[in-house]
């Protein structure tokens, strides 16, 4: 089931964002004292990400030279395929991450996570999720037999939650908002149980990061990598891994961009960027966050990018989507916000001809296949 590292394993360091305190790697710590969250950073350099690049391995295994962690279980997440698009002159490269095993990105944050947790002895996880992070954990808590216990609001897809089940985790369907599931599933973890919800979650951003790796082994250059926002979590993992990959100079730093919905766009408002004419969403549930514990922290890195933040709406997510479909890129409405972000900005000119830009596609139209065909056939 395990694979363990052969070389030994890089140091790293936790520190509270806020207050820059150090704190010990154990015990199990989500959130700093303070009430800010943490961060994780890594010893990285030039010989480390070389050897990432090992043609007899696949998956994020390749990457433990440069992961906070001492074994690694062998899986299939990673290594996903990318399409290139020319979009009026720009290049734009999907990165096909809802193709992972369980439908989404978060297989990545999901899997340093419960790797971490198998490492520190807890046979118990709690997480709060919308859906895709829920799957995500229930997968990689079935390989590695620990518990998994799920809180998430009553309105998550039906295809959401039967697949949690199927893998095995105890659903506590929660009334509510998303900061009531937050406060039940906190509640819950009190006992023992490791709290894992990818909000805070510092090990889940260097399982993210691993897709600004691949984006660097496979693409000639990044000018903009566009993310959907809603806890930050695919944006701040690729800050992440570029900036661990710029430090080793081996690439030029990417710009940033935020792509929100209407109606929660806390990051585009610390950007100073609004839209109180547009409707809330009702499309993009899986970033239907209004007020996320980093939103300082993706505003600070986009900033320091050059990157910028965008808001769509639902008519520019439906027409994005609409557009994936045609071309058999089957992927829920969530995943089309940074495309539609990118339409918008190639027509107002942020993103000149000519430009090669990141697209991360974060999950599978599979589970939502009865909404996403009302969409896409309208």
């Given amino acids: 089931m395990s694979k363990y590292a052969t070389h030994i394993p890089p140091s790293f360091s936790i520190r509270c964002h806020s207050c820059g305190e150090l704190i010990l790697p154990e015990p199990w710590t ?4 303070c009430g800010a969250p943490l961060d994780i950073n890594v010893d990285v350099d030039f010989h480390r990400i070389r050897s990432c690049q090992q043609p007899d391995l696949k998956g994020l295994v390749r990457f433990a030279p440069v992961l906070p962690l001492t074994s690694l279980p062998d899986t299939a997440i990673g290594d996903t395929p990318r399409l290139t698009e020319e979009v009026d002159g720009v290049d734009v490269t999907f990165m096909l991450d809802y193709l992972n095993p369980s439908g989404s990105f978060k297989d990545r944050g999901a899997y340093v996570t419960a790797a971490r947790c198998a490492e520190m002895g807890f046979d118990s996880i709690v ?16 390989r590695l037999g620990i518990n998994v216990d799920i809180f998430l609001p009553e309105s998550t897809p039906d295809g959401k939650k039967l697949l ?3 893998l095995g985790a105890h659903l506590h369907e929660v009334s509510g908002d998303r900061m009531k599931v937050h406060a039940a599933a906190l509640a819950a973890a009190e006992d023992g149980a490791a709290y894992v919800g990818h909000w805070w979650n510092p090990y889940f951003l260097h399982g993210t990061k691993t897709m600004a790796y691949e984006a660097f082994e496979q693409m000639d250059g990044i000018d903009y990598a566009v993310a959907p926002v809603g806890a930050g979590t695919i944006l701040l993992g690729l800050h992440k891994g570029f900036s661990e990959l710029a430090a080793a100079h081996m690439l030029r730093m990417p710009k940033l961009v935020v792509a929100q919905a209407s109606g929660f766009a806390p990051v585009c408002a610390e950007l100073g960027i609004t839209r109180p004419e547009a409707k809330q969403s009702t499309l993009a549930d899986g970033i239907a966050i209004a007020d996320p514990p980093r939103r300082a922290q993706i505003a600070a890195v986009v900033a320091e990018t050059g990157g910028f933040g965008a808001i769509v709406d639902d008519e520019q997510i439906a027409d994005a989507l609409r557009w994936l479909v045609r071309r058999g890129i089957i992927v829920e409405p969530t995943s089309a916000v940074p495309f539609a972000a990118v339409c918008g900005a190639i027509r107002d000119g942020r993103i000149p001809s000519g430009s090669s830009v990141l697209v991360p596609l974060s999950g ?6 009865e909404e996403l065909t009302e969409i896409a056939t309208a």
């Fill in 364 to 369: 599978t139209g599979m589970k939502v296949l």
């Fill in 164 to 166: 949690m089940r199927l």
């Fill in 30 to 33: 989500w959130k700093h004292s």
């Fill in 127 to 142: 997480v709060d999720s919308s859906g895709n992070a829920g799957v995500a954990i229930a997968r990689m808590g079935l």
